[in-house]
């Protein structure tokens, strides 16, 4: 079964940075050969997207939000993909999930593209 992981969520101070993991359980998914996409969901709050980077890492693309803050990149070595957050606001508090899409050098902020998910990872920004 495929499986990611994320990982570096936390508690924050506004302003503050955090930088969150994505990566793949065992030997069961390559991600370098998908496009990554990051998504997060406050309560009471629909799925929404925040950025994406193609499989070779060469084009990236954000939700307005978040651009100019938020930095998206992947080690395909290591199997990894990466969200830097910073200068982070209270309005981004939300459980932040990573998915993977089989259209490698797409760019979709729609979760149905996506058809890998990981567990989440809870990032909470306090005033």
């Known amino acids: 079964q495929v499986q990611l992981v994320e990982s570096g969520g936390g508690l924050v101070q506004a302003g503050g940075s955090l930088r969150l993991s994505c990566a793949a359980s065992g030997r069961t998914l390559t991600l370098s050969t998908y496009a990554v996409g990051w998504f997060c969901q406050a309560p009471g709050k629909e799925r929404e997207f925040v950025g994406t980077i193609n499989w070779t890492g060469t084009s990236t693309r954000y939700a307005d939000s978040v651009k100019g803050r938020f930095t998206i990149s992947r080690d395909n070595a290591k199997n990894t993909v990466y969200l830097q957050m910073n200068s982070l606001k209270p309005e981004d508090t939300a459980v932040y999930y990573c998915?993977?899409?089989?259209?490698?050098?797409?760019?979709?902020?729609?979760?149905?593209?996506?058809?890998?998910w990981g567990q989440g990872t809870q990032v909470t920004v306090s005033s």
């Open positions: 998915a993977a899409s089989v259209y490698g050098h797409g760019l979709h902020s729609t979760p149905t593209m996506y058809e890998y």
